[in-house]
């Protein structure tokens, strides 16, 4: 029987979020379904409660440290201590170096690690009160080099060396942090990808399935798997971890 955990999925409105907090849903989970978007993220919700599990959508800009603080009492009051936090919401503005704007950088800085450094911290309160925890970082293939992705980078690299830092600090605590380094995943970021370097999303895939040793391209249910793993109960050895999801080796 598993214990029911209070989950909190971050950019969770669709794609990947949205495929991890209605797994997580399954597991036994109740989820709270954040995003900028509260109308987004409560179709997610009403999805996941018309299936007969228990979530919430709630509106927050990761970003901002009022706001997080707001929604994650939200969460406490209405569904209960959350103890599982996957900080999945993220951002893209590529470009080459010499065209990055400062914008470009603050902004995915900003809802990357500043939205998972907030997240985390409030988090972890409820965490170590309770004795255990799990918190799931997405960084990306990317963290390893992209050309375009200076910024994306950078930041999908911090969330590993963040990741290893509260594995580290919080351990003791009976908390858990690992990282999961999705490749190609079929969403709608890696859609606008393709229609910003001007060709069909399907002949997009095509391409990169070809480079990939696997020979297809990642779904969210890849990465949503990934996440029920680190989130069980059995995962409490396995803390300060990046897994490469990507359908063959990276490091």
Aim: net charge negative; proline share 2%; hydrophobic share 45%.
């Amino acid at each position: 029987m598993t214990t029911q955990r209070i989950a909190i999925v971050t950019g969770a409105a669709r794609g990947i979020g949205a495929q991890v907090a209605r797994r997580l849903a399954d597991d036994g989970h109740a989820v709270a379904v954040f995003d900028l978007d509260e109308a987004a993220c409560q179709s997610v919700a009403d999805e996941i409660t018309a299936a007969g599990g228990r979530a919430i959508g709630v509106g927050v800009d990761v970003s901002d440290e009022v706001k997080v603080e707001a929604g994650v009492s939200r969460v406490a009051a209405e569904l209960g201590p959350p103890t599982i936090l996957v900080n999945n919401a993220g951002i893209i503005r590529d470009n080459l170096l010499f065209k990055m704007s400062v914008s470009d950088w603050d902004s995915v800085m900003a809802v990357h690690l500043r939205g998972a450094f907030l997240m985390s911290r409030e988090v972890q309160q409820y965490q170590t009160k309770e004795g255990w925890g799990r918190i799931v970082n997405l960084s990306s293939t990317s963290a390893l080099g992209n050309r375009g992705q200076a910024n994306y980078s950078a930041a999908k690299a911090g969330m590993q060396g963040f990741t290893k830092t509260l594995a580290l600090e919080l351990g003791r605590f009976g908390v858990t942090a690992n990282a999961i380094a999705p490749g190609f995943i079929a969403t709608d970021m890696t859609a606008a990808t393709a229609e910003r370097i001007g060709v069909s999303f399907d002949d997009f895939k095509t391409a990169a399935a070809k480079e990939i040793p696997v020979q297809r391209v990642g779904e969210p249910a890849d990465i949503a798997h990934t996440v029920s793993f680190f989130a069980s109960e059995g995962a409490g050895f396995v803390s300060g971890q990046v897994i490469y999801v990507a359908g063959g080796p990276k490091a």
